[in-house]
């Protein structure tokens, strides 16, 4: 269950960063896609409106499986972060 939830965490960073064009990982960015297509894993491309729903619920499942374990710090936790 915690391997799954890491991977989880993981996949939602390096989307996050993905979809924010975040400047200070473009090297990780472009890292992990050359990775990533070397192994095999091809990229699908939902366009920019499926996307930013995706991440959006992405986000928020993320968010209520923190809630959910540490009602109290992962609310305060989720408002200082700021979503």
């Known amino acids: ?3 799954a939830i ?3 965490a993981v996949v ?3 989307a996050t960063a993905c979809s924010r064009g975040d400047a200070e990982n473009t090297a990780v960015i472009a890292s992990e896609r050359e990775r990533q297509g070397k192994a095999g894993i091809q990229p699908i ?4 409106d499926e996307s930013k729903k995706f991440l959006e619920k992405a986000i ?3 968010w209520q499986s ?8 992962g609310a305060k936790l ?6």
Not at 66 to 73: D, F
């Open 1 to 3: 269950m915690r391997s």
């Open 6 to 8: 890491a991977v989880g």
């Open 12 to 14: 939602l960073v390096f």
């Open 45 to 48: 491309d939902f366009g920019a």
């Open 60 to 62: 928020e499942v993320a």
């Open 66 to 73: 923190v809630i959910k374990r540490a009602p109290e710090t």
């Open 78 to 83: 989720r408002q200082l972060a700021g979503n």
